[in-house]
């Protein structure tokens, strides 16, 4: 479809209409969820669960959302971004949720190597106005049991402010390398929201295991991971016996976790589950441990096993899934293979779809000599002429969403329309219901397009739901100039001549409209120009 097309008056009252949707009593985002008494691993929680979150409905009746915390604010002016060389452009787009003057400020003066040292060191990086922002959250801390609570009292706020906080970060951190990898490490550690008793679970791994290990070692995330009660609920192993072994986690641990699902046998499938018996949460509503992880040695199977061809002697109890991690990670006969798919997923996130299996090697080999430090994998995968000759990436749609959020001053004042949006564009964070979490795939998100350029041309319209500053496109400046900042902002100098042709003859068919000025704007964030990088 004709990039003009994005902005015809059929999209365009669609995506206006948006508030007035969301706030139909016939729309999901107003529906109600429903109680239902689930239950962690047959009973072990007492009181009743609020399950199938139906996310959308929770932002709606909490209450809390519009009115939540004023945006970190950028340090640097309103000014039209730095235009960046390509290879610096290139980087910028590829670590970050999109460039803004921020960047392409920082980009500029440090240069390719030193600008991706500086986003790899993340911990260096002041991010006080993101902190700022979300200091106004009073339950982004809570310890498990303190969200139970609350959730078991019919309060959602730790779970709207959970969400809210996931696209503050996004949009605006300027940590934002770090915050890709958080996204990546969701996507690999998949945990899906609304199963039983993940609102209580999942933002505390997101919390203690994916954003402290998001640019640290493998093993210690895999290690995290395998340890979080979140992970451990979502893939049926806390109740897991030495009579009846549960091998859902097990299995994905193998498959998609670490080595591929070419790499073990049933049997091996079966001698991890034994491992993992008894590995489980405290479920204590008056400990201050509920919902903790909690070893349960008279549910593990003491036996001697053999995974993956090493023996795990008998007598072991937990260190026997601790075994199990270590081989998976850094046993010299099976760490290749967990380096060779965690390097495939790295080169597909920063180089491309098929990425040249030279890039992959060499990043597994990094990750064999460097025991999976991911800031080193992740060098090696920006390595700059490699990088140079990487094909153009469709961004996945709530990358998109966030980087048109980044391009202008702008604010999620209203996480419950945001909400909604990602629903509508099919890619709204924890909300993924297999284990294999959001494909990373061209031929995937590729059909996704009517809901992106009605996005774009939603973020065009002035309205009080959202804050996304549009002045600089509707003062009354030439077409020229127009066109010019149009550049600036959303594409760093890169528009294609195409597409800024059909621009200019959109706009000069009534250039003293205003609608029509910032329905351009709208086409521009369609355009194609903005959505591949």
Request: hydrophobic share 40%.
């Amino acid at each position: 479809m004709h990039a003009s097309e994005s902005a015809t008056g059929d999209h365009t009252t669609t995506i206006q209409n948006l508030p007035e949707m969301e706030s139909s009593p016939d729309n999901p985002i107003n529906q109600e969820y429903e109680e239902s008494p689930n239950r962690i691993a047959a009973g072990f929680f007492t009181p009743t669960m609020a399950g199938g979150l139906a996310l959308a409905g929770l932002l709606a009746k909490s209450g809390c959302a519009p009115n939540g915390p004023p945006p970190p604010i950028d340090p640097y002016p309103d000014d039209a971004p730095i235009q960046l060389s390509p290879e610096l452009r290139r980087l910028v787009n590829r670590v970050t949720y999109g460039i803004n003057a921020r960047e392409a400020q920082l980009a500029s003066t440090m240069g390719f190597q030193a600008y991706l040292e500086f986003q790899l060191a993340y911990e260096s990086i002041d991010d006080s106005a993101l902190e700022n922002a979300l200091s106004g959250f009073s339950t982004l801390n809570l310890s498990p049991r303190e969200r139970a609570i609350q959730i078991f009292d019919d309060n959602q706020t730790s779970v709207v402010e959970f969400i809210h906080a996931t696209f503050l970060r996004s949009a605006y951190s300027t940590r934002q390398l770090h915050q890709r990898m958080v996204g990546f490490w969701t996507d690999h550690f998949n945990i899906y929201l609304e199963k039983e008793a993940e609102d209580i679970l999942k933002p505390v791994d997101d919390q203690e295991v994916i954003r402290p290990n998001a640019l640290g070692s493998f093993p210690a995330l895999l290690s995290a991971s395998a340890h979080s009660p979140a992970m451990l609920q979502y893939l049926d192993s806390v109740g897991s016996q030495k009579e009846a072994p549960n091998e859902n986690y097990p299995r994905e641990l193998m498959e998609l976790h670490t080595i591929g699902p070419d790499s073990f046998t049933q049997q091996d499938v079966k001698e991890v589950a034994r491992c993992f018996t008894g590995w489980s949460l405290n479920v204590d509503f008056d400990s201050p441990d509920l919902g903790r992880f909690l070893f349960r040695p008279e549910w593990h199977d003491n036996g001697a096993k053999q995974v993956l061809g090493k023996d795990i002697p008998a007598g072991g109890g937990q260190q026997d899934g601790e075994i199990v991690i270590q081989i998976l990670t850094t046993d010299p006969d099976i760490a290749p293979l967990t380096a060779q798919l965690v390097g495939r997923k790295i080169a597909v996130q920063f180089w491309g779809y098929d990425p040249p299996q030279s890039l992959v090697d060499s990043i597994a080999a990094t990750y064999l000599s460097t025991g999976g430090d991911i800031r080193a994998m992740i060098r090696t995968a920006l390595e700059p002429t490699m990088l140079m000759q990487a094909p153009m990436k469709l961004k996945r749609p709530y990358h998109y969403a966030m980087g048109a959020l980044r391009s202008r001053p702008s604010s999620i004042g209203n996480p419950e329309i945001f909400s909604f949006i990602l629903r509508l564009l099919a890619h709204h964070p924890y909300l993924w219901p297999a284990p294999n979490g959001y494909p990373d795939a061209l031929g995937y998100w590729g059909g996704f397009l009517l809901t992106r350029w009605s996005y774009g041309a939603y973020l065009a319209i002035p309205d009080e739901s959202k804050l996304f500053n549009l002045d600089p496109f509707v003062e009354p400046i030439t077409v020229d100039e127009l066109l010019l900042r149009i550049n600036a902002w959303f594409f760093n100098g890169a528009i294609a001549p195409e597409t800024e042709a059909e621009l200019r003859a959109y706009i000069e068919a009534a250039p003293d409209q205003p609608f029509r000025r910032l329905e351009a704007v709208g086409m521009a964030l369609g355009s194609p120009d903005f959505q591949w990088y």
